[in-house]
């Protein structure tokens, strides 16, 4: 990322950090992301955008944030700063489901010049603010992404995604009634050509159930197995089902972690 300076002066400065490093780890991790219902971020010259964790692509990206956030580290210098200046700061509002609200901003060095101060960002460094309290953070990709990388966030799925759950659709028919509850997350694992024929495949799907969206209970994932050829169409081949996968591959499966 290119090298952002922002001057200000400052006229007033400063309360210490009163928050421990041992204190600090003690309360990780600080969010989790089920916990989290949006993210509002409001950047420099007045633009911003809203991360819902109801849309499944933005939900990929409040958890990207939050694992920032709970494996950042404590970082010494200044948490308050009375800027005079005309700017929009960047800003990061954490909305949670239970309605509290925590906030991230970039953290800043000062100097003192004549009887003011001149202030810079501290580069990889942010003030995270929850329940009254006060921390300074060194995190690289947190900085980063407040700063610019947020506005390049895709808008609505990929087109990877988008050709999966098409190719996922046209075979969805071909399944047993048995199997018809399993059309969350669908993927396409690996499709080969039979003896190198473009117009001949094995396509190898998979997805979860979806009667567990709305449950306690753990995802059940579906395997299939089939063959794709003009002579004679679809024909499944294997079906294999993975009966309550772990919370880690049913993200995985949903994209919701790497």
């Not at 580290?73 to 239970?98: D, F, V």
């Not at 895709?154 to 098409?166: C, D, P």
């Not at 018809?180 to 117009?199: A, H, L």
Request: glycine share 4%.
């Amino acid at each position: 990322m290119k090298n952002i300076v922002l001057l200000f002066l400052v006229f007033g400065l400063f309360c210490p950090v009163d928050i421990t490093e041992a204190s600090f780890q003690l309360q990780k991790p600080l969010l989790t992301p089920e916990d989290v219902l949006s993210l509002q971020v409001n950047g420099l010259y007045g633009r911003s955008r809203l991360f819902n964790e109801s849309d499944g692509d933005e939900e990929v990206t409040i958890n990207k944030v939050i694992k920032w956030l709970n494996t950042s580290s404590l970082s010494n210098g200044p948490t308050e700063l009375e800027l005079n200046t005309t700017h929009t700061l960047p800003k990061l509002k954490i909305i949670m489901k239970n309605g509290n609200i925590s906030v991230i901003e970039p953290a800043y060095n000062c100097l003192s010049a004549s009887k003011t101060k001149i202030c810079t960002l501290a580069e990889g460094e942010v003030i995270y603010t929850w329940d009254n309290k006060k921390v300074r953070l060194q995190s690289r990709e947190l900085f980063d992404w407040l700063l610019v990388e947020w506005k390049y966030e895709s808008v609505g799925a990929s087109k990877e995604e988008l050709l999966e759950e098409t190719l996922y659709s046209r075979y969805y028919p071909y399944f047993e009634k048995t199997y018809s509850d399993f059309i969350m997350c669908p993927r396409i694992d690996k499709i080969e050509r039979i003896n190198g024929d473009t117009r001949r495949h094995i396509v190898r799907v998979s997805a979860l159930n979806y009667s567990a969206h709305h449950g306690d209970i753990p995802y059940d994932r579906i395997h299939i197995t089939l063959s794709d050829t003009p002579e004679n169409g679809v024909k499944i081949i294997k079906v294999e089902i993975k009966k309550s996968i772990s919370v880690t591959e049913s993200r995985k499966q949903c994209r919701r972690e790497n």
